[in-house]
């Protein structure tokens, strides 16, 4: 069964410091992976996308993620934080059941950003 | 761009109590699915529906039940309300069997 990985529950960050979210999955073909954000009182929205196709994937608002299978690991990374980025980060991968696309999230990351 | 509504934000019912949420998307989805979020779980699959009338029973199907009877209405449906039931429930909606799914705001519901 398909399945993610999210190692970190929380994650405390300055302001135009890198941040760095970790996911590791497990997959028994090659998997589609995603990475979704989620701003307060409000609904998921798609960062990036992970289809078989290049290894580093770019987002929107900066973000970006690369796929490693060696290492069965897809963080999402930005190279400076902006206090707008304070959000929970799902990490999700893709499962086929009857020729039928579902999707399998991690538990969250917490992302905070201090001035 | 793709509208994913529910009908409430917040919701306060009463145990035993038969509750109705509901959503809607306006983008001619085939499929359409139903989530609990809770803390430190992550977001968890209750029903999905891949066209009107067909449902399936997601991973936490039982409590729950939906209805589909127009392509963009989708309703997830709490015969009798329990404490715990309390939680964010999120309704989503894609295209085709391989594409990106789309978020509804969520609605956040406290049962008492």
């Known amino acids: 069964a398909q399945s993610v990985t999210q190692l970190d529950s929380h994650v405390s960050v300055s302001e135009g410091t890198p941040v760095l979210l970790r996911c590791n999955y497990s997959?028994?073909?090659?998997?589609?992976l995603f990475w979704y954000v989620q701003h307060p009182n409000k609904g998921l929205q798609l960062l990036l996308k992970?289809?078989?196709?290049?290894?580093l994937v770019k987002g929107i608002n900066g973000f970006e993620a690369e796929f490693k299978k060696s290492e069965t690991s897809f963080h999402l990374t930005k190279p400076s934080a902006h206090m707008s980025d304070a959000a929970e980060y799902f990490c999700?991968?893709?499962?086929?059941?009857?020729?039928?696309?579902?999707?399998?999230f991690g538990t969250g990351t917490r992302l905070l950003v201090s001035p | 761009d793709v509208k994913v509504t529910q009908s409430s934000r917040y919701l306060v019912k009463r145990t035993g109590e038969k509750v109705f949420l509901e959503c809607v998307q306006d983008?001619?989805?085939?499929?359409m699915f139903w989530y609990r979020q809770d803390p430190g779980l992550g977001l968890r699959l209750i029903y999905f529906?891949?066209?009107?009338?067909?449902?399936e029973k997601g991973d936490i199907p039982e409590g729950y039940s939906v209805s589909r009877e127009k392509k963009e209405r989708f309703s997830l449906i709490l015969e009798s309300a329990s404490t715990n039931q309390t939680s964010m429930y999120l309704c989503?909606?894609?295209?085709?069997?391989?594409?990106?799914?789309?978020f509804g705001p969520g609605t956040r519901l406290l049962v008492l």
């Open positions: 983008m001619d989805h085939e499929n």
């Open positions: 997959s028994s073909y090659s998997p589609s």
């Open positions: 989503a909606s894609r295209p085709g069997s391989r594409e990106t799914q789309y």
């Open positions: 529906s891949y066209d009107v009338k067909m449902k």
């Open positions: 992970y289809t078989s196709a290049a290894t």
């Open positions: 999700v991968v893709a499962t086929m059941n009857t020729g039928f696309q579902k999707l399998v």
